[in-house]
């Protein structure tokens, strides 16, 4: 079984390559069964966030990086030649070894965020439910589960754990010297929006205001920080009286546009605002920064504030690249010993067939025999066989150590006229 991993993420590709590759939570199913249809691919994951799109698969022949680019081509309908600079591939150890850091958060914008293990779960929930995992991938992923939380556990990589939502209002503190009489509006009430306006509180925000598309998500998040809810038809009045915008809407086009905001800077007597766009695809139109006083960051300006948490996480991120190799080296032996395995079990059932066979052809020859008798020949032939089968047995799990196992497997195989 080849383990592979195709993808890209805000390191290869600016957010408007991101943007158009991104899958739809109600999109995935479609997908993975797109996946699946594919020549090879036994088993198939989608990772899918606002840093990165990532597809792991299993499989047993072809290429996977080319059957990924064509399938991106076909659910994505962006052409390979424009996403070929972009995107990186990763074969057997090296794709472990990245799925281990993805989960460790140790490949994220900012490292340590915990976010990335919630997603990764919930992409590992949407391919169980329908199928797309099976024996290989569970375990892998489980493995890689456990993983991030012995690196959380035995380092202080999480410690003042940041988010691109804390980013998000770091960006904002420096802009305001303080956030106290600042009117905040959220625009889209998902978890990033939530994230945001924990940290905003957190800040001292004095005033939150709360608009998205379903009230009711809109009013628990209002009475989680005792904010105040917009109907989302109306969140364009509540813009004149905002001094810092959020938006982080599902919405699959611009929720706020050019000319839009040259009406509200009209009514805010052009004070300045400040947008922050933390959504994929991005809901604020780019153009909208051409407006004076007008202040917009997206999701790849926030690495400015990120990069102030990195120097700090740097020592802990070594400790936890040392974990991550003493997994991978842990999980590469253990696939390696579970591809020797079928054979050594082959093996020994049928060395214990031609025990069983020899004995039963020379029983009538033996006559009666007593319980210490049929003790005696059971522990001497179990004995023989379990010497023979020792030295192949050893070599296989010896060569399988050092990843060179196929070879063997074929000479017990055939030695020994095992069948496939």
């Known amino acids: 079984m080849r383990f592979h991993v195709t993808g890209l993420n805000h390191r290869t590709a600016p957010v408007e390559v991101r943007e158009k590759l991104a899958f739809p939570e109600d999109h995935l199913s479609d997908a993975l069964s797109r996946l699946l249809a594919h020549h090879g691919v036994r088993e198939g994951l989608i990772l899918s966030t606002c840093n990165r799109v990532e597809v792991a698969v299993s499989l047993e022949e072809g290429d996977p990086g080319a059957l990924i680019e064509q399938f991106f081509e076909e659910t994505r309908h962006m052409p390979r030649q424009q996403l070929a600079s972009h995107l990186y591939h990763f074969d057997g150890r090296e794709a472990i070894r990245h799925l281990f850091r993805v989960a460790a958060s140790l490949d994220s914008m900012v490292v340590g965020e915990p976010q990335i293990l919630g997603q990764l779960k919930d992409a590992y929930a949407a391919a169980k439910a329908c199928g797309a995992i099976n024996s290989f991938l569970d375990g892998l992923l489980s493995r890689a589960f456990s993983v991030a939380k012995r690196v959380r556990s035995e380092t202080e990589i999480g410690q003042n754990a940041v988010s691109v939502s804390y980013a998000a209002v770091e960006l904002a503190r420096d802009i305001f010297a303080s956030l106290e009489h600042r009117a905040i509006l959220l625009i889209g009430a998902g978890k990033m929006s939530e994230h945001a306006a924990r940290h905003l509180r957190r800040a001292g925000a004095g005033r939150i205001l709360v608009t998205n598309r379903t009230p009711e998500r809109a009013r628990e998040m209002a009475a989680l920080f005792e904010g105040a809810i917009v109907p989302y038809d109306q969140y364009v009045s509540a813009l004149p009286n905002a001094d810092i915008v959020i938006?982080?809407?599902?919405?699959?086009?611009?929720?706020?546009?050019?000319?839009?905001?040259?009406?509200?800077?009209?009514?805010?007597?052009?004070?300045?605002?400040?947008?922050?766009?933390?959504?994929?695809?991005?809901?604020?139109?780019?153009?909208?920064?051409?407006?004076?006083?007008?202040?917009?960051?997206?999701?790849?300006?926030?690495?400015?504030?990120?990069?102030?948490?990195?120097?700090?996480?740097?020592?802990?991120?070594?400790?936890?690249?040392?974990?991550?190799?003493?997994?991978?080296?842990?999980?590469?032996?253990?696939?390696?010993?579970?591809?020797?395995?079928?054979?050594?079990?082959?093996?020994?059932?049928?060395?214990?067939?031609?025990?069983?066979?020899?004995?039963?052809?020379?029983?009538?020859?033996?006559?009666?025999?007593?319980?210490?008798?049929?003790?005696?020949?059971?522990?001497?032939?179990?004995?023989?066989?379990?010497?023979v089968a020792h030295g192949p047995i050893s070599e296989l799990r010896r060569h399988a150590g050092r990843g060179e196992h196929m070879p063997v497997i074929e000479f017990v195989r055939r030695f020994f006229r095992l069948p496939d």
């Open 247 to 387: 938006t982080s809407s599902g919405a699959p086009h611009f929720i706020l546009t050019r000319d839009m905001m040259h009406r509200v800077m009209h009514q805010r007597r052009n004070r300045p605002i400040f947008l922050i766009d933390i959504a994929v695809p991005r809901n604020i139109e780019p153009a909208v920064n051409q407006l004076d006083n007008v202040f917009l960051y997206d999701i790849d300006d926030l690495g400015r504030v990120v990069q102030r948490n990195r120097l700090s996480r740097l020592e802990e991120a070594a400790d936890a690249e040392r974990i991550i190799d003493e997994e991978v080296d842990r999980m590469v032996a253990r696939l390696r010993e579970r591809e020797v395995t079928p054979t050594i079990v082959s093996l020994q059932e049928n060395l214990e067939q031609m025990r069983l066979g020899e004995i039963e052809r020379v029983r009538s020859r033996l006559g009666p025999l007593t319980p210490q008798q049929e003790e005696a020949i059971e522990a001497l032939t179990r004995g023989i066989i379990n010497k």
